[in-house]
């Protein structure tokens, strides 16, 4: 995120251009967030966080919090990603208990 917050200030609009058509034009960023359009407009993130959602209820990821970024690591390393489908099997005051 550092890198990316100080190279944003640095590029031309056509680079910025060119790098969204390499990416295909991607409405969310690897997290989830979505990724302002060139006029600012943002979408508007809709889901229901998982300590709220049905247990057994099928699920798929949209955003993943990744604040503090140790947080975002084990996220990561538990195979978790936007678009992943899971089920909330248990939820516990220091745990989130998933099945996919």
């Known amino acids: ?9 640095t590029v031309s609009d056509e680079e910025v251009d060119a790098l969204e058509a ?3 034009y991607p409405q969310h960023d690897p997290h989830g967030d979505p990724i302002p359009s060139s006029s600012g407009a943002l979408a508007e ?4 966080a998982l ?3 049905p247990l057994g209820r099928p699920a798929r990821i949209v955003h993943l919090e990744d604040e503090p ?7 990561v390393a538990a195979g978790l990603a936007p678009g ?17």
């Open 1 to 9: 995120h550092a890198t990316a917050d100080r190279q944003e200030h």
């Open 22 to 24: 390499r990416l295909g």
């Open 45 to 48: 993130l809709e889901g229901t």
């Open 51 to 53: 300590t709220e959602w």
């Open 69 to 75: 970024a140790e947080t975002l690591r084990q996220i």
């Open 84 to 100: 992943k489908q899971i089920q909330v099997q248990r939820i516990g005051r220091q745990e989130l208990v998933l099945w996919d």
